[in-house]
């Protein structure tokens, strides 16, 4: 049992690159999400999905997409990446209203 | 804004001694909930509280609700080196039909052998 799968776990990119941060879940979760962990900001809700075809914008949307075709997949794109998006990003599926399970994390640096 | 304030932001106390941490939110929520966080690793679900619970343990855990401060406290006893760790907490709330879990900014605990 995986539990939730994030790739890549490193990825450098330059100012404007586009990229696309995969997340996958084997626990058949309704409910999904991506975070981004800053020093000192704790995590910051970017966009959440609580079925397939049904996505919501959380507390930092701004220059992310998301997208749900599936229960397990909930990839995040980042479209033309800025220096400000340099983070940590985590996944996590749940039933909700139940606890979340985490990925290991996706440490994007953008130049 | 972020939903959930924890404080004191970084904690640092004997082995054997007791840590506590508190959290403190500010809208209505479902649950709220602990996480923890070793160094550069995911977080991993510590309990949850329902807003109609006051109390609730896990083994040297001790977790605290007052919906009416809107506030939680995580009490963890006999403190050990190895739980050295970031702890979150979270809350669950519905909004437009649909729940979001909204992090607090954590509370870094060093716990000295």
């Known amino acids: 049992n995986a539990g939730v799968t994030q790739t890549p776990k490193f990825q450098v990119l330059k100012t404007g690159q586009s990229m696309t941060l995969q997340c996958a879940q084997d626990?058949?979760?309704?409910?999904m999400s991506w975070y981004r962990q800053d020093p000192g900001m704790g995590l910051r809700l970017i966009h959440y999905s609580v079925g397939a075809g049904i996505t919501d914008q959380g507390e930092v949307p701004n220059g992310y997409n998301v997208s749900r075709s599936t229960t397990e997949d909930f990839p995040l794109r980042l479209l033309s990446a800025a220096p400000s998006q340099t983070s940590v990003y985590f996944c996590?599926?749940?039933?909700?209203?139940?606890?979340?399970?985490f990925g290991e994390g996706s440490r994007l640096t953008v130049l | 804004s972020q939903q959930g304030e924890e404080d004191p932001q970084a904690l640092s106390i004997q082995e054997g001694e007791n840590a506590t941490m508190n959290c403190s939110y500010k809208t209505s929520i479902n649950n709220l909930q602990w996480y923890r966080q070793n160094s550069g690793r995911g977080l991993v679900h510590l309990i949850l509280i329902r807003s109609n619970e006051r109390e609730k343990h896990s083994g040297r855990l001790r977790v605290t609700l007052d919906t009416s401060k809107k506030s939680s406290s995580l009490l963890i006893t006999a403190s050990r080196a190895a739980d050295t760790a970031s702890y979150f907490c979270a809350t669950a709330r519905t909004t437009s039909g649909t729940y979001k879990y909204i992090f607090g900014t954590g509370t870094r605990l060093k716990v000295l052998a």
């Open positions: 626990m058949n979760h309704e409910y």
């Open positions: 996590a599926s749940s039933y909700v209203p139940g606890e979340l399970f």
